[in-house]
């Protein structure tokens, strides 16, 4: 299956891009695709990331479909 990964802040400028297609094989978690990123691209971390699923948020176990569209937020700090 075909999904859209959809990436912010320090994520994006990890992978040079802010959007990325990923194929996966059929049943694969927004887990397993946020290590494949972060196996594909060096200084990409998605630990403690926010996920949601089209737009929604969801959570590292939710089981994708083909054409979602997975969005990585990473923690944000202010003050």
Sequence with gaps: MKITV???AQLRQAA????LS????????AA???ALLEAA????DPTGAMVAVNAAYATPETVLADGDV?????PVAGG
Excluded: R, Y
């Design 22 to 29: 990923l194929h996966l094989p059929e049943g694969s978690t």
């Design 70 to 74: 997975l969005a990585l937020l990473p």
């Design 16 to 19: 040079g891009a802010a959007e």
């Design 41 to 44: 691209h060096a200084g990409l």
């Design 32 to 34: 397993e695709a946020a």
């Design 6 to 8: 959809k990436l912010f």
